[in-house]
């Protein structure tokens, strides 16, 4: 008689998947912003009324929330990068990659706190 495993096959902890689920997100979403980013900058050489027009629907407060959950996904895309990067490398990075993760999370707060701050007055404030 055959025994089958429950759950999934993923055999770390919690934290490293989610981890993992938030880099790849975060990844695809930043592809997406630059792919019309591309398209939208790109309409100038074509019309560059319908660039202002284009430009003009951007200056609205969903479109600011918008920007901060873009910097957002930059920002952790980054750092999560660079935990990675020690976790592959560094000799001692899988001992410590919790703490890492924990580590690139504070250091996505304090960028994140006063961008948000600024941010978010000059979008709903002016």
């Known amino acids: 008689m055959a025994k089958t495993s429950k759950g999934t096959l993923y055999r770390g902890q919690a934290h490293g998947q989610w981890s993992w689920v938030a880099h790849r997100i975060t990844g695809v979403a930043i592809f997406f912003f630059l792919l019309v980013h591309v398209l939208d900058t790109a309409l100038v050489r074509v019309s560059p009324e319908a660039y202002n ?5 951007y200056k609205n407060p969903i479109m600011g929330l918008g920007e901060a959950g873009l910097v957002a996904a930059i920002v952790y895309h980054a750092f999560n990068g660079l935990r990675i990067i020690l976790v592959d490398f560094w000799k001692q990075g899988t001992r410590y990659q919790k703490q890492l993760l924990w580590g690139a999370l504070a250091l996505w707060l304090v960028v994140m706190i006063p ?4 941010h978010l007055s000059n979008v709903f404030g002016g």
């Open 53 to 57: 027009a284009v430009m003009e629907t």
């Open 115 to 118: 961008f948000l701050i600024r």
